[in-house]
């Protein structure tokens, strides 16, 4: 079965794993202090602070700004369901935006506009699919609201851009992301007294942590804040370590397989709608295509499965699910919804090769004809 998407770890993972279990210290020290520095300088930023997912890099990013009851938060639904949750988490309300089209499913500039309420503070941006908004004209919109830009760059590890739209910007290190610490994130605040608050708020709200005391003979700590356990371990960041060497690479590799992806699917499946026909820097992290109106999803996915291929959807949207359902029971998003139920994700990964990329699309034109 060729997977929708599969993480890459070999020999040197192994040893990096054994290297921190010989080195007798296993919690948050130096390992975490260097993935956080090459972390950093990989996206051109001074510093980050490296957490134990992405989920806790928005909460912590959202904290940090001191968002809370009261408050709006512009958000996609076209996302994962953690992105509205952060907002939640910190007692604010999610306000959901459309997507632009099937063509360009980022938040809709013009939607945001629309959605904008004199208690508005933020906005987050998914970089769905890897695909990156139009910083110039989000960052005018935000100067002229005086909101603030959050990224979930979940999506977007890798990418120099990715950090630099607005106030800071949460990373994802899930098996199935560009890169992997199994679980993991890190987030890029370029201003220093928001990393402090938010490096803070990761372990406690301590004034200091186990290794700086243990280092320095330390005795005691204070507590400044309510904080939180979001702290990453020194096996993950090892792993991450070795992960980043290879991220520029996989994300070449990844963009080659898109290209492929779409010159294919041009010849063999005209009437699929394949996102992002303009170019647009991107990490490609998945594949998202857009089935025609008439056709059965089901039909497809299962005659996928029969020729070997597996497929997923990106993504059930946020505001149809039950609880959010029940929260916010009268959310409309149109394009959103007439999205997500035509998406179809491909698999993509630096694992495959072109002759991967000529099996799905054959095995999809044949589905596709079948159903017609
Ligand atoms: C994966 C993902 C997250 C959550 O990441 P975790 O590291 O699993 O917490 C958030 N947002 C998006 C867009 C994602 O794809």
């Given at each position: 079965m060729l997977a929708v998407a599969e993480p890459c770890l070999g020999p040197e993972e192994k040893e990096a794993l054994v290297a921190v279990i010989d080195s007798g210290w296993i919690t948050m020290g130096e390992k975490v202090a260097q993935f956080e520095q090459a972390f950093a300088s990989l996206h051109g930023a001074e510093d980050s602070v490296a957490v134990g997912s992405c989920t806790a890099a928005l909460h912590l990013i959202l904290l940090g700004l001191e968002l809370g009851p009261g408050d709006e938060v512009l958000v996609p639904a076209m996302t994962f369901v953690a992105t509205a949750n952060s907002v939640l988490y910190v007692g604010a309300k999610p306000v959901f935006v459309d997507i632009e089209s099937s063509d360009v499913p980022l938040m809709s500039l013009q939607d945001a506009e629309a959605k904008c309420t004199p208690r508005t503070k933020a906005i987050i941006l998914v970089h769905y699919a890897g695909y990156l908004p139009d910083r110039a004209k989000w960052q005018a919109f935000a100067a002229k609201r005086g909101l603030l830009i959050v990224e979930d760059a979940a999506h977007a590890a890798g990418l120099t851009e990715a950090g630099t739209f607005g106030v800071a910007a949460a990373f994802s290190f899930y098996g199935n992301k560009n890169m992997t610490t199994a679980e993991g994130g890190a987030i890029i605040a370029n201003e220093p007294a928001l990393r402090d608050r938010i490096r803070r708020a990761r372990g406690h709200g301590l004034t200091s942590g186990t290794f700086q005391r243990h280092g320095k003979a330390m005795l005691g700590y204070d507590v400044t804040m309510l904080g939180y356990n979001y702290r990453i371990d020194e096996l993950r960041a090892a792993l991450g370590l070795v992960q980043m060497k290879n991220l520029l690479a996989w994300n070449e590799h990844r963009r080659e397989l898109t290209t492929h992806y779409r010159k294919l699917l041009a010849q063999r499946a005209q009437d699929v709608v394949v996102p992002f026909s303009a170019p647009r820097t991107s990490a490609c992290h998945i594949m998202p295509i857009v089935l025609p109106r008439q056709c059965d999803r089901v039909a497809v996915i299962s005659a996928l499965k029969t020729a070997g291929v597996q497929t997923t959807i990106h993504?059930?949207?946020?505001?149809?699910f039950s609880f959010y359902q029940e929260v916010f029971p009268d959310v409309r998003l149109p394009e959103t919804e007439d999205f997500a139920a035509r998406e179809l994700t491909l698999p993509l990964h630096p694992r495959m090769q072109e002759p991967h990329v000529d099996l799905v699309t054959r095995a999809l034109a044949d589905a596709l004809s079948r159903g017609r």
């Open positions: 993504y059930p949207p946020t505001h149809l």
